[in-house]
């Protein structure tokens, strides 16, 4: 079975690094992903420099990447200026992920707008996207809970994707921003999402989670269990939320590749060339990251028996 693997490291892990990462680096770790075999790789985000100055180079990050024919290249945006901005590039993504927040106050931490002010722009978010050639698709954050107002009812949930759907969106995201959710959880509210609005095609809803508590791909399983296809993750486990307190790390992508892959699913992705990826952050960000494969190698990487079972 195929399960489609995206990126997002880049966008929602550097985005979080003390240390702004250089534009140059940001384009030779997206080129590098480039050609791992990955699905989607989201590289920047079109938000106020302001607001994330780690993103400030998004014009620059899109024109010095190579378009690997294949990759789909995401940008992130959180309102019509975001779309605006996006469309004005000259090196304009394929795709373009809004994001609306299920908890209300989430959403206005995150992108300093009520659910209401959110609701109103996505039609023009969707038109102007659309109209300069753009997909568009939605992340639906703290889908699974919110650091702020706790459990989200599964009603919001459904609401939402239903006004998603009607909107026109080209895919839809439920993002476990903060690592609040746990196995069951995804699986009895994403058949349940799935039951009431099928998927029109494998791409069209991906899960987001967070390690944050250590469940992140134990929700994948459960998540592949409940119907979807395609899951974000972060090279190394880099990430979290600017505005989110305590939401560190998105999962793995080489530790959930390197899970799915052993359990007979294929992800289209060379692991080994994922994993040199990887190796590399740590001197990029100037710190250790939560990998756990880039350091225990993979999992039928053999290794030399001792000394004592060589002699008799
Ligand atoms: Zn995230």
């Not at 693997?5 to 003390?18: C, P, T």
């Not at 590289?43 to 990447?65: C, N, Q, Y």
């Not at 009895?188 to 494998?202: I, Y």
């Amino acid at each position: 079975m195929r399960i489609h693997i995206n990126d997002v490291a880049v966008r929602d892990g550097f985005q979080i690094e003390k240390a702004f990462v250089p534009t140059a680096t940001k384009v030779e770790v997206i080129n590098q992903l480039s050609r791992t075999g990955l699905h989607k790789i989201e590289v920047t985000s079109f938000v106020s420099p302001k607001a994330v100055p780690a993103l400030a180079d998004a014009d620059e990050v899109l024109r010095g990447i190579d378009r690997v024919p294949g990759v789909v290249y995401v940008a992130l945006v959180p309102n019509v200026r975001g779309v605006q901005n996006a469309a004005a590039t000259a090196a304009k993504p394929d795709e373009l992920n809004a994001v609306v927040s299920a908890s209300e106050t989430h959403n206005r931490a995150n992108i300093n707008r009520t659910h209401e002010q959110s609701l109103e722009e996505l039609p023009t978010m969707v038109k102007v996207a659309h109209g300069a050639g753009m997909k568009i698709t939605m992340s639906l954050s703290t889908t699974f809970g919110c650091p702020f107002e706790g459990h989200v009812h599964e009603d919001v949930v459904l609401d939402f994707v239903r006004r998603f759907r009607d909107l026109g969106f080209d895919g839809i995201s439920l993002a476990d921003t903060t690592g609040m959710a746990n196995p069951r959880q995804v699986r009895e509210l994403v058949r349940k999402v799935l039951e009431k609005f099928p998927a029109p095609d494998d791409n069209y809803y991906t899960l987001h989670f967070h390690n944050t508590r250590g469940m992140g791909l134990a929700n994948v399983v459960a998540g592949i269990d409940a119907g979807v296809r395609s899951f974000d993750g972060s090279i190394s486990g880099l990430g979290g939320c600017p505005f989110a307190p305590g939401a560190t790390g998105n999962i793995c992508t080489e530790d959930m590749v390197n899970m799915l892959e052993d359990m007979g699913y294929d992800t289209r992705v060379d692991l080994a060339k994922l994993l040199a990826v990887a190796r590399r952050i740590p001197a990029v960000v100037g710190h250790d990251v939560p990998g756990q494969v880039m350091k225990a190698g993979q999992t039928l990487e053999l290794h030399d028996p001792p000394e004592f079972a060589r002699t008799r």
